[in-house]
């Protein structure tokens, strides 16, 4: 069975940082392609980064303007999004889910990221 637990997320202060991490189970992370994805008050999902295994290429959404990285601990299974420098409008309940924008195979239950001071 396809897992993913999602964990790290808090209240932060505009300008810190957290990083985020995703235990998957059932598969291997460093053979699939994943992504995180969030979601704020009111709002739809909106993809935040992928990380391409088959080619090991890493994209991320044009809000990010290289403050997050995406990576993976194959030894862990564990997916990572390492966030810098944090704004009120990253607040959101943060997803990682198996797969890419094309198509999402599996998504974990979330974990919140709120930036307030």
């Known amino acids: 069975e396809v897992q993913l637990v999602e964990s790290g997320g808090g209240l932060v202060q505009p300008g810190g940082s957290l990083r985020l991490s995703c235990a998957a189970s059932?598969?291997?992370?460093?053979?699939?392609?994943m992504s995180w994805v969030r979601q704020a008050p009111g709002k739809g999902r909106e993809w935040v980064s992928s990380?391409?295994?088959?080619?090991?290429?890493?994209y991320y959404a044009a809000f990010v303007q290289g403050r997050f990285t995406i990576s993976t601990d194959n030894t862990k299974n564990t997916l990572y999004l390492q966030m810098h420098n944090l704004k009120s409008e990253d607040t959101a309940v943060y997803y990682c889910?198996?797969?890419?924008?094309?198509?999402?195979?599996?998504w974990g239950q979330g974990t919140q990221v709120t930036v307030s001071s």
């Open positions: 990380i391409y295994r088959g080619i090991s290429n890493t």
């Open positions: 889910a198996k797969g890419d924008p094309t198509k999402y195979d599996a």
């Open positions: 059932g598969f291997t992370v460093s053979s699939s392609d």
